[in-house]
């Protein structure tokens, strides 16, 4: 079992900046994937980026690539969420989730194992 929660969340002007978190506890957090998901809305969960357990390999989607950047420091246990010039259309709830298998871009939260309880991101234009 792996638990995850996600904290950084907040409201930020547009064009702001939010860094967030996603801590684990639980099993070995070090040879997982894992991604940044997020819901708007009225709007079906997508991913936002994916990175390897290594740290060597990374996906974004075309919506945040250039102002989102993933990262993770394994003796942690946390991945990060870097987003830069944040827009209104980046409200959401953001989740992580972990994958066990090797990287591959999943970009299906089905796909995923387990999950954190999201964290509020609400951007103000």
């Known amino acids: 079992q792996v638990q995850l929660v996600e904290s950084g969340g907040g409201l930020v002007q547009a064009g702001g900046s939010l860094r967030l978190s996603c801590a684990a506890s639980g099993r070995t957090f070090s040879r997982y994937t894992v991604a940044w998901f997020r819901q708007a809305l009225g709007k079906e969960r997508e991913i936002v980026a994916s990175?390897?357990?290594?740290?060597?390999?990374?996906y974004y989607a075309d919506s945040v690539k250039g102002r989102f950047t993933i990262s993770r420091d394994n003796a942690k246990n946390t991945v990060y969420l870097q987003m830069n010039s944040l827009k209104s259309e980046d409200t959401a709830v953001y989740y992580c989730?972990?994958?066990?298998?090797?990287?591959?871009?999943?970009?299906?939260?089905?796909?995923?194992?387990?999950w954190g309880q999201g964290t509020q991101v609400t951007v103000s234009s």
């Open positions: 989730a972990v994958d066990y298998g090797p990287y591959q871009i999943k970009v299906i939260p089905g796909q995923y194992d387990y």
């Open positions: 990175i390897s357990w290594a740290g060597d390999s990374t």
